[in-house]
């Protein structure tokens, strides 16, 4: 099955500054990447998706980043704010009929520090 | 709000039991997938229904059921229950079978296992 891995585990920043997570993917067949943002005991919400027939996306001040070849996908914030203290997860996924399923990231914390 | 619902929020109870925990999809949304969460798993992925019908199975275990009734309401039955079960639980909607649109994700209920 698909095999997800996120660095870093535990990211601080500056605020204003701007923050980079990784993720590397092992399933050549997944074809959906997520970014999730989970606040302390609140809900996975969705901030970003790219499929990989685009190579970067960005809504504002977030930007995802795919390289199929690599199997590599990365999450930019910048002008990093309080409001974005936060655990990120990304996740992939076949579209389409029998996927298995999101399979995430382990998290990555990252934090703001004004 | 995600408009997804789960009920209850906590649920606290002893070793070898059994417990349900219930979801509502967002109106119109067909498909319900559920998910774990625990600090040493990280969010897992564990079964997806769709209008009712099985779609995907991920890492849940044979103690454990689900089914989505003809409201589209999804139901979690965990059984002899372990310490390790343990976790938040979530539920989470999307309109199609296809894993490769946003999932959105209800607050979850947090079970402890004593």
């Known amino acids: 099955g698909e095999n997800v891995e996120q660095h870093p585990s535990t990211l601080s920043v500056q605020e204003g500054d701007s923050a980079v997570i990784k993720c590397t993917y092992s399933?050549?067949?997944?074809?959906?990447f997520p970014w999730y943002k989970q606040e302390l005991g609140k809900r996975p919400q969705l901030i970003i998706d790219?499929?990989?027939?685009?190579g970067e996306k960005k809504d504002q001040r977030i930007a995802v980043t795919l390289n199929k070849t690599a199997k590599h996908f990365s999450l930019h914030i910048t002008e990093t704010q309080p409001e974005d203290s936060a655990v990120y997860f990304c996740a992939a996924s076949r579209s389409g009929g029998g996927a298995d399923g999101l399979t995430f990231g382990k998290g990555t914390h990252l934090i703001i520090q004004p | 709000d995600s408009g997804v619902t789960q009920t209850p929020k906590h649920l606290i109870t002893a070793t070898g039991q059994r417990v349900t925990l219930r979801c509502s999809p967002r109106?119109?949304?067909?498909?319900v997938y559920w998910y774990q969460q625990s600090l040493d798993q990280g969010l897992q992925f564990l079964i997806q229904y769709y209008n009712g019908e099985e779609r995907a199975k991920g890492n849940i275990l044979e103690r454990f059921s689900a089914q989505q009734f003809p409201d589209l309401h999804s139901e979690l039955n965990l059984s002899s229950l372990e310490l390790g079960d343990s976790a938040l639980y979530f539920c989470a909607s999307s309109v199609s079978s296809d894993q490769g649109n946003e999932q959105f994700f209800g607050p979850g209920t947090r079970l402890t296992v004593l």
């Open positions: 790219i499929r990989s027939n685009v």
């Open positions: 399933d050549s067949a997944s074809n959906y």
């Open positions: 109106s119109g949304d067909l498909s």
